[in-house]
């Protein structure tokens, strides 16, 4: 153990604790968000982006909307952790 022994003070508790909003603001601000979605899928076309997107998300939401249960075939939304809109 060291001899020298830093104090620890409320000042210096907080100033550690806000520390990660801080980074977070500097990322945000780099990468110009901190989130991104990345497809499964190639996108060929604006047909493939046709089918792909909305109205083609539309028909399968519609389909879950009507039958709950069936959300584990057309989503993978075990593998969300938020929602964002």
Request: hydrophobic letters at 40%; aromatic letters at 8%.
């Amino acid at each position: 153990m060291s001899a020298v022994s830093q104090e620890i003070t409320k000042e210096k508790l907080l100033a550690k604790a806000k520390k990660p909003a801080e980074d977070a603001m500097k990322l945000h601000s780099f990468y110009r968000g901190k989130m991104q979605t990345m497809l499964k899928c190639e996108l060929r076309n604006l047909n493939d982006f046709a089918i792909y997107y909305t109205p083609g998300v539309a028909g399968h939401c519609g389909v879950i909307l009507a039958a709950e249960s069936r959300i584990g075939k057309f989503a993978n939304y075990c593998l969300s952790r938020s929602l964002v809109t």
